[in-house]
C-alpha cells in the first residue's frame, strides 16, 4: 500500500542491491516505511535510503537481514527490527538519522529483535540504539562465516 510504504516484501529470500530511496511528498505520514520486510531473508547491499521523515528500513516478523556497504542519511530512524528478527549490518554508513537502531517485542510471543554490528560508520545522529528490555545488541569485527554464508551463495 502506498500510503504506508513503498516496497513491502512478505517471505521473501533474496537480495536488494543498488537502489535508492529518497524523500518522501512533504507532509508523508510519519509511521510509514522505505522497505517493510515480513518473515524474508534479505541482503541489502549498496542501497541509499535519503531523508525520509519516517523509518527507512523495517523488519518483523522472524527476519534475518544482512545489510552491507549501504547509506542511511538524515532519516527519522534508520533501521527498526522487531519480534524475533535478526540484523547484522556491516560497511555501512549512518549520517544525521533521528535513530539509527530501534529494536522492539511488538509481539511479545515472538520476542524481541537481535542486532549485531560490525565495521560501520556513525556521525551525527540523535540516539544510535533504542532496545527494548526483550532485544540484544552486539557488536563483532567481522561478519561471521555462517551468517555471510546464509545469505551469499558459494560457487
Do not use: W, Y
Given at each position: ?24 511528498a ?8 522505505g ?5 524474508s531473508?534479505?541482503l ?7 531523508q525520509?521523515?519516517f ?9 534475518q537481514?544482512l545489510?552491507l ?16 528478527s535478526?540484523?547484522d ?7 544525521g ?5 530501534v529494536?522492539r517485542a511488538d509481539?511479545?510471543?515472538?520476542g524481541?529483535a537481535g542486532?549485531?554490528?560490525h565495521s560501520n560508520?556513525?556521525?551525527g545522529?540523535?540516539?544510535e ?8 545488541a552486539?557488536?563483532?569485527l567481522q ?5 555471510m554464508g546464509?545469505?551469499?551463495p558459494?560457487?
Amino acid at each position: 500500500d502506498a500510503a504506508d510504504r513503498f516496497v513491502e516484501l512478505l517471505d521473501v529470500r533474496g537480495s536488494i542491491e543498488r537502489c535508492v530511496f529518497s524523500s518522501a511528498a512533504p507532509g508523508a505520514a510519519k509511521d510509514r516505511q522505505g522497505i517493510q520486510l515480513l518473515d524474508s531473508r534479505i541482503l541489502l547491499r549498496g542501497c541509499s535510503f535519503l531523508q525520509l521523515p519516517f523509518t527507512a528500513l523495517g523488519m518483523r516478523h522472524l527476519g534475518q537481514l544482512l545489510v552491507l556497504g549501504s547509506s542511511f542519511n538524515g532519516n527519522a530512524t534508520a533501521i527498526r527490527a522487531a519480534d524475533g528478527s535478526k540484523v547484522d549490518v556491516d560497511g555501512s554508513s549512518f549520517t544525521g538519522n533521528g535513530k539509527v537502531f530501534v529494536l522492539r517485542a511488538d509481539n511479545p510471543v515472538l520476542g524481541g529483535a537481535g542486532l549485531t554490528v560490525h565495521s560501520n560508520t556513525l556521525a551525527g545522529n540523535g540516539q544510535e540504539r533504542d532496545l527494548d528490555a526483550s532485544s540484544t545488541a552486539d557488536s563483532t569485527l567481522q561478519v561471521a562465516p555462517r551468517v555471510m554464508g546464509a545469505f551469499i551463495p558459494r560457487p
